[in-house]
């Protein structure tokens, strides 16, 4: 199990905030004994995104995690998006959940992963995986803040349905991101229609 550092720094919460706005509150997640524990999960609102609610890990920057593509430790935050109205009820679960393989496993997510699990992710919604991508719709220098001397990544993990699983693990990331750079709806929205 990884070791964390200190609590979190105003200047992560501060940063977290002007990209996502206002943490409007916390989840109850269950506790399980292991390092997710030491992981908060928030809704935020009124952020750089209008109309948007981010949901946010809060803490997990206190992993230095692994990279399975280098020698390099990775510190970052994983948040989902959605309209205001689209937030799922078991959002905070299904992120809890990666999190604590995450923290078991001591590997972070790297852009292009994607993240599957049997069945859908949402009670409303026909998308069955977390696809790891960087948040296209906040400015370049959001996507990452200094806290406390070290670099934290923002990590949007973008819900992906079945036929566009498919067309990532065929195809790979690279083109995958070609279709999420060419589409033509709000990604954000869980009513999208599929990409593929």
């Known amino acids: 199990m990884p070791e964390p550092i200190q609590d979190e720094s105003p200047a992560l919460v501060e940063h977290m905030e002007l990209c996502f706005g206002r943490i409007q509150h916390g989840f109850d997640t269950p506790t399980t004994g292991d390092a997710v524990d030491e992981v908060q999960f928030v809704e935020c609102r009124g952020g750089f995104v209008r109309g948007v609610s981010v949901l946010s890990t809060l803490g997990l920057s206190r992993f230095a995690l692994e990279s399975s593509a280098s020698e390099k430790k990775i510190r970052q935050e994983l948040f989902f998006m959605g309209k205001e109205d689209q937030l799922p009820d078991n959002a905070a679960a299904v992120l809890h959940q990666v999190v604590g393989h995450l923290t078991h496993t001591n590997k972070a997510v790297l852009r292009g992963h994607a993240i599957k699990r049997p069945g859908a992710l949402f ?19 959001m996507w990452t803040c200094r806290s406390e001397g070290i670099e934290v990544v923002l990590c949007w993990l973008l819900p992906i349905t079945e036929a566009e699983w498919a067309f990532h693990a065929r195809n790979g990331w690279s083109k995958f991101e070609n279709l999420l750079n060419d589409a033509r709806c709000d990604l954000f929205d869980l009513n999208r229609p599929s990409l593929v």
């Not at 009670?123 to 220098?141: G, M, Q, R």
């Open 123 to 141: 009670h409303k919604w026909d998308f069955v995986a977390l696809y790891s991508t960087l948040p296209i719709y906040y400015p370049n220098e």
